[in-house]
């Protein structure tokens, strides 16, 4: 078991061997193996990347990121300029429906909402704006629409997950509730967490997903 002290050293480790992270002002506290990185960053790009950063390190139960945008004088843009470079960046994303994704913009934060038909077009919805000059943060409010369901949803989600070298399907169980699919079980890391729940909404009929699943790096040596 790594104790808080070897996972806060280690999550500070991870922050500063990531090039793509300046992490002077990123302070990482770390309670119950719940992970909280606080303070300032200069992009929202910058704060995925050390979210990301954290849920990969070995032991981390949780990742709260509590870190704030504070965008450099250069790379401020008014709302109107970001809302056209947002509509402009959707326009050009090949996995974005045309008109489908409406955007918003208040003082930095881009709002996407609509209704798309896969999961993988919500999530690059989100990708084509998030890296934008002057975002402060993203809000993707899109939906899916409703399919129909193709063959037993329950068992195309479990032979995706054990089709995934990175998860290990064998403690993870799935439950439908009507168009909601609910994940239980242990999974090893953060990461694994993200990518089984990834997994589940991209299954065919799957309108919303509840995931459950406990992070414990035991979770191997638990059954």
Do not use: C
């Amino acid at each position: 078991m790594v104790s808080d002290k070897e996972l806060r050293t280690s999550v500070q480790a991870e922050l500063q061997w990531d090039p793509s992270i300046r992490d002077e002002d990123i302070a990482v506290s770390v309670k119950g193996g719940v992970v909280t990185i606080a303070g300032v960053v200069d992009s929202y790009a910058q704060r995925l990347s050390a979210e990301r950063a954290a849920m990969r390190v070995k032991g981390a139960r949780a990742v709260a990121n509590e870190l704030s945008v504070k965008l450099p004088n250069a790379f401020e843009r008014s709302d109107s300029e970001l809302a056209h470079a947002a509509v402009d960046a959707l326009h050009w994303s090949v996995q974005v429906p045309e008109d489908k994704v409406q955007v918003k913009v208040a003082n930095g934060w881009i709002t996407l909402e609509g209704e798309v038909e896969y999961f993988f077009q919500r999530e690059a919805a989100e990708k084509a704006v998030r890296y934008l000059t002057g975002v402060k943060g993203v809000a993707n409010l899109v939906t899916l629409s409703i399919r129909p369901a193709q063959g037993d949803i329950k068992q195309r989600i479990r032979n995706t997950l054990t089709r995934h070298a990175a998860l290990d399907a064998d403690h993870v169980t799935v439950e439908l509730k009507g168009k909601k699919a609910i994940l239980g079980g242990s999974v090893r890391s953060v990461a694994e967490k993200r990518d089984a729940e990834r997994a589940a909404w991209n299954a065919p009929g799957v309108t919303s997903v509840e995931n459950d699943l406990v992070v414990t790096p035991l979770a191997e040596a638990a059954i």
